[in-house]
Nanobody, 124 residues
Framework: QVQLVESGGGLVQAGGSLRLSCAAS????????MGWFRQAPGKEREFVAA????????YIADSVKGRFTISRDNAKNTVFLQMNSLKPEDTAVYYC?????????????????WGQGTQVTVSS
């Protein structure tokens, strides 16, 4: 069982930056692939970024490539989403997710554990 808690969301002007964190419980965090997804009002949940258990492999959605990066610190049981050059269309609730696998997972249905989400609002 893994519990995930996101933090770092907030209100930022267009062009600004935010760093989201997702803290995980459990002693086997290093064995979990992690992902970030987002959901805007009236829209389906969208893949943002994913990282393998070791951090050696990452995958970034085209919509945020070049602006967002994903990383993890297994010693601190935490995964990060660094968001730069934010745009109003990045406004959404951001969720982190976990799955016990060595693969990089980009499909939301494949994840087993989810956090409660953190709101990111980008003003124009």
């Amino acid at each position: 069982q893994v519990q995930l808690v996101e933090s770092g969301g907030g209100l930022v002007q267009a062009g600004g930056s935010l760093r989201l964190s997702c803290a995980a419980s459990g002693r086997t965090f290093s064995k979990y692939a992690m992902g970030w997804f987002r959901q805007a009002p009236g829209k389906e949940r969208e893949f943002v970024a994913a990282i393998s258990w070791s951090g050696g492999s990452t995958y970034i959605a085209d919509s945020v490539k070049g602006r967002f990066t994903i990383s993890r610190d297994n010693a601190k049981n935490t995964v990060f989403l660094q968001m730069n050059s934010l745009k109003p269309e990045d406004t959404a609730v951001y969720y982190c997710a976990a799955r016990y696998t060595v693969l990089v997972i980009t499909t939301s249905a494949a994840y087993d554990y989810w956090g409660q989400g953190t709101q990111v609002t980008v003003s124009s």
